[in-house]
């Protein structure tokens, strides 16, 4: 059975236009199940894009509130979200069959790599000040997220 035969149809209909083919109601259902992929935008994307928009206003404004998100999304933004973001955008399709554990341990070591690359790189160029490396991890970060949620928003084009 392809996709293509239920497409248009009520999920009950194809249920019972294959049971008329002799499959049982479970059966029918794991097939149609199995026949749809559904491809959501992650909960992490858009995490991301507010702590990216909370770490840059906590750059130019001075807030008891900002500074009370600033430590707790910073930490998580450059342990984990950076190296998630950069995972996704280069192998969406091949984290499909990792379990939660591996892709944690693949996010943070990743996030690390990138982060100590984007220290290298301002150590030699701008310098290594706050402002300067907020600014690159989140530009680098916004990059990866945005071109991860274009290459999302065009397979999901109607």
Known sequence: MTVEIFVGKRIRDAVEELKKEGYSEIDAIKMIHDS?????MDAISIVTHFASIVLIASLFINSPVLDAFKIPLGTLYSVFLVGYVVLH?????????????????LSLGVSFATIVLIGFLLNFTLGITPFTVILSVVSVTEIFNIINNIMWWKRNEL
């Open 36 to 40: 749809y992929e559904v491809d959501s």
């Open 89 to 105: 955008t280069f192998y969406r399709n091949g984290l499909k069959d990792i379990s939660n554990f591996s892709m944690i341990g």
